[in-house]
């Protein structure tokens, strides 16, 4: 079935969507009259104070308005760069509006409606003047002053008088408004009513602080379990699992999921999610099964610099092999020894108080089972299987599975100490068998959201569109997209998002005016990069790497394998593990973010890391690192990984890597003891903020529609929301690096991930605006790039010779124009590589360019510059005129390690 977005109820909230208000003009009213009647209007709105809300507008209003720009506005009317989806929609920044520009009349527009734009009645009055403000100060005051009106005394005089400011806003809380499925994936700490009260007392550079006796599940699945749409944060009983542990943390129930503090939910840094309401019971954090060899429950799982335990235990020992959704149905697949194990929760209740009912399906194994199900005191009672035993065993209650009665299947129900009742539950019903939902089940969200496509024009060297998101859909969904890659016929894309989901994007052809989005997979953890490898869609979440299995051709992933676990996840809100790229043999290859200014506590903090084909070993290459934000794995086995500005990280770098080196960042673990820059291998280049903030992932282009730019590398901003070209002077450790803007506008939100389409050679690009980042009009944006054939007038190659930098373009330039020497500027700087957050420019100054000429190839020049030497930071601007005449401004920034015949780096800051 396809779900369009229709115009809702007036009572109901409007979001301003492609295909949603052309017909609800048509019908309610005559074109120019607004479209809802004054009688429909709230009492307050009689009675308002126009003056004083436009009087308090100010810098607290313009972000504001911005976020409500972002949601409302946004999808139909566009931005500077782009226009929005509905083609009849005014574009503020060169428009005329045909009702009215000045604050009331925007006002009552927004209030009532008029013509196409439907009346706004989720938004109270102060939340119209804000996005009213931000739309006048960003896209009128500079760019269509024609339509700015001054706010003068006399305009504010002559406003209709009233008493009233109407209702203070509603607050919006997407992330707990989202229906995320019946469980999510992420680390949650089980709390009750004292833990919550002592940890609001942490000061707010502690909140990541673990007091002694916490029970956090690192990587935990947290499953909804009483009936009721809304998905996980609609519910009101939940368990989580552990599979680090094979343990259920414990269960919960109350009017309220967790508490939502986190980075990717209310974007709170340092903070972890806490449960809401109270447990019934819990499990400390130890391992759940012990070890089949020995019977005992010793924990080798790694140690980590805090004496808390992180990381899966031995593949040997125990394995968990993923999750199997079938409806709203959860079953658990793990190995404990050789035997295979299914598991699935239940909720009953029992003289009113809820009963948690683990349901375990257990294969033939050789050696007897123990597993601890709760803590001790939990009350318990077995049922299906009279060779399973309750054993004592300190501080937990332990069942006994002798190897003989394998396979078998049975259940366990558990509650809260002192629950009554549990036996006679217990004798009720027999255990359901487990297999059948294994195999798939009724499709979750068969719903298809056909969204436009909205383009550039094509006068330019390159030409984009703009896939409009699903954001309204019938799961208050937030879509953030943060991975790509496409089918192996590339007729479809396939995109997850930083909120857990993903989704298949088809209706790809050049000449497409839409295209439907399916949603097909929720609940993982944080994905931060998506490779369709062998056919199969695999993500990189925080946790696990994930392939997605349809088990039942209904088009959703039905088994959510678990490829590889060998994360080693703490509760810090920065460790982001970002980027995912294969390689012909079939291993995997992502990177892993520091702690943010604290001391490592794992091996993995601030890697580059191989998972295996097989996915049964990991690996860390490198170390180093602070926020890698993706990999880009190069022809002949090296790599490109970004990093951002921050401690020990002067500004952000563009970094060859290869294995075995140290990049950097003092907060990497295996840092070494020496913080000088002589320890650290230098990047291929600095990267100025100025020029980009943040940057994303490399990637290559090989496609021979790129023309000159076919074999270019391309890096992807997030920070800008831009693409850059990147050169290289020389091959291998020695190489130095500039790079070049494309001559496109910046997109609306940060890009840091692509994909060049293997049949077509477009460029597909995706991004979010979460943590830092210049772009935020658009919370995500999915989008594709192409070259018109036209000239792009971008660098391809640049080499330092002495006294001068020689520089190759993508086409020839107009040689007339290249002597005149008022056309180049030259500033060199360095930088202060330290402890404290970033570095100041220094020493900054202008290199005087003596000389400028055209060399045998006419897409070359040489420019002389006697002062050059190794430095930090250069920047070359120049102002030179294509074959055509145009003129051509290239801003080309890099980093001079040496000078021909040097043997040592002097540009390390």
Request: with cysteine.
């Amino acid at each position: 079935m396809f779900f369009r977005p229709r115009p809702a109820a007036l009572a109901a909230l409007v979001l301003v969507l492609a295909g949603a208000t052309p017909g609800f003009a048509q019908e309610t009213a005559p074109p120019g009259e607004p479209l809802l009647p004054e009688s429909a209007l709230p009492d307050y709105e009689r009675d308002l104070d126009h003056a004083g809300l436009i009087r308090n507008l100010n810098k607290a209003s313009l972000v504001r308005g911005e976020k409500i720009y972002q949601q409302v506005c946004h999808a139909c009317h566009g931005d500077l760069n782009l226009a929005g989806s509905l083609p009849t929609a005014l574009r503020f920044a060169e428009g005329k509006f045909g009702h009215g520009s000045d604050p009331l009349t925007l006002y009552r527009t927004l209030t009532r409606g008029w013509r196409q734009m439907p009346p706004q009645v989720q938004l109270v009055p102060q939340e119209k003047y804000d996005v009213i403000h931000y739309v006048r100060e960003t896209y009128l005051r500079e760019r269509n002053p024609a339509q700015y009106l001054a706010v003068t005394p006399a305009y504010l005089a002559a406003l209709p008088r009233g008493a009233t400011t109407g209702p203070a806003p509603v607050k919006r809380e997407p992330w707990r408004e989202m229906d995320y499925g019946s469980y999510l994936g992420g680390t949650f700490e089980l709390a009750d009513e004292a833990r919550r009260a002592a940890a609001a007392k942490l000061k707010p550079n502690a909140l990541d602080t673990i007091a002694p006796g916490s029970n956090l599940a690192y990587k935990g699945i947290a499953v909804r379990l009483d009936s009721g749409s809304g998905g996980i944060s609609a519910g009101q009983a939940w368990l989580v699992f552990e599979h680090d542990t094979l343990r259920v943390a414990g269960a919960w129930t109350g009017e309220g999921f967790i508490d939502w503090q986190g980075i990717n939910f209310n974007g709170r840094h340092v903070a972890h999610p806490r449960t809401l309401g109270a447990p019934a019971w819990e499990t400390a954090d130890v391992p759940a099964w012990a070890d089949p060899a020995t019977g005992e429950f010793a924990d080798p799982r790694l140690v980590g610099e805090d004496g808390l335990r992180y990381g899966p235990l031995p593949r040997a020992r125990q394995r968990y092999r993923g999750l199997y959704r079938s409806g709203d149905r959860i079953v658990l697949s793990y190995a404990v020894g050789d035997a295979a194990i299914l598991e699935r929760h239940d909720l009953e209740s029992a003289g009113g108080r809820p009963v948690f009912v683990r349901t375990f399906e257990i294969g033939k194994s050789s050696r007897d089972l123990r597993v601890r199900v709760a803590n001790a005191g939990t009350a318990a009672a077995l049922a299906g299987s009279r060779s399973v035993t309750v054993r004592p065993d300190e501080g937990f209650v332990t069942l006994h599975v002798p190897a003989a009665a394998t396979p078998l299947r049975f259940a366990v129900r558990l509650a809260a100490p002192g629950t009554a009742g549990l036996g006679a539950l217990a004798a009720a019903s027999a255990p359901p068998a487990l297999a059948p939902f294994t195999r798939g089940g009724p499709a979750r969200w068969p719903e298809v959201i056909e969204a436009p496509i909205v383009r550039s024009d094509a006068g330019g060297a390159f030409a984009w569109e703009r896939f409009t998101l699903p954001q309204t859909n019938p799961w208050r969904a937030r879509v953030r997209p943060s991975g790509l890659d496409f089918s192996p016929d590339g007729k479809s894309a396939y995109v997850c998002t930083w909120d857990g989901d993903v989704w298949r994007v088809d209706g790809l052809g050049e000449g497409s005016v839409s295209v439907r989005w399916r949603r097909i997979a929720a609940g993982l953890f944080q994905p931060l990069g998506l490779k369709v490898h062998r056919g199969t869609v695999h993500v990189m979440c925080r946790d696990q790497l994930v392939a997605l299995r349809d088990l039942d051709g209904d088009g959703e992933a039905d088994f959510y394998e678990n490829v590889n676990s060998d994360h080693q996840v703490t509760n810090h809100f920065h460790e982001f593990a970002m980027g995912l790229q294969t390689d012909a043999a079939g291993n995997f290859y992502y990177a892993k973010s520091a702690r943010h200014g604290r001391t490592p506590l794992v091996p993995q903090h601030g890697t580059l890391l191989k998972i295996s084909a097989d996915g049964a070993r990991t690996e860390i290459l490198a170390n180093g690192f602070r926020a890698a934000n993706g990999v880009c794995l190069n022809p002949d086995g090296s790599f490109f990984v970004t990093d951002q500005e921050g401690h020990w990280m002067p500004m952000n770098r563009i970094n060859r890597v290869t294995p075995g080196k140290f990049f950097g960042n003092m907060w990497s673990h295996g840092a070494p003891a020496d913080t000088s820059d002589a320890a650290m291998a230098p990047p291929l280049l600095w990267v100025d903020k100025a020029i980009d903030r943040s940057p994303g992932e490399l990637l290559w282009i090989n496609h021979p529609r790129w023309g000159t730019l076919d074999g270019a590398l391309f890096n992807l901003s997030y920070g800008q929301g831009r693409i850059e070209v990147v050169v290289a002077d020389g091959t291998g450790d020695a190489a130095q690096g500039a790079l070049c803007r494309l001559p496109i506008p910046d997109f609306p939100t940060g890009i840091m991930r692509g994909r060049v389409h293997p049949v077509d050679g477009q460029l597909y690009l995706c991004g979010l605006s979460a943590w830092a980042t210049s772009q935020t009009e658009q919370e995500g944006g999915f989008y594709r790039l192409r070259p018109t054939g036209r000239p792009a007038a971008l660098p391809t190659a640049w080499q330092i010779v002495p006294g001068s930098i020689e520089l190759a373009f993508s086409e020839p330039l107009a040689a007339a124009a290249v002597p005149d020497l008022s056309r180049y500027v030259v500033k060199v700087w360095e930088l202060k590589r330290s402890a404290a957050y970033g570095s100041p420019r220094i020493n900054e100054r202008a290199l005087p360019v003596t000389g400028a000429e055209v060399l045998a190839d006419p897409r070359r020049i040489r420019l002389a510059i006697p002062t050059l030497a190794p430095t930090t930071i250069i920047e070359l601007t120049c102002r030179l005129r294509d074959a055509a005449g145009g003129e051509v401004v290239r801003v080309i920034t890099g980093t001079v390690h040496r000078l021909p015949g040097a043997t040592v780096s002097a540009a390390a800051p």
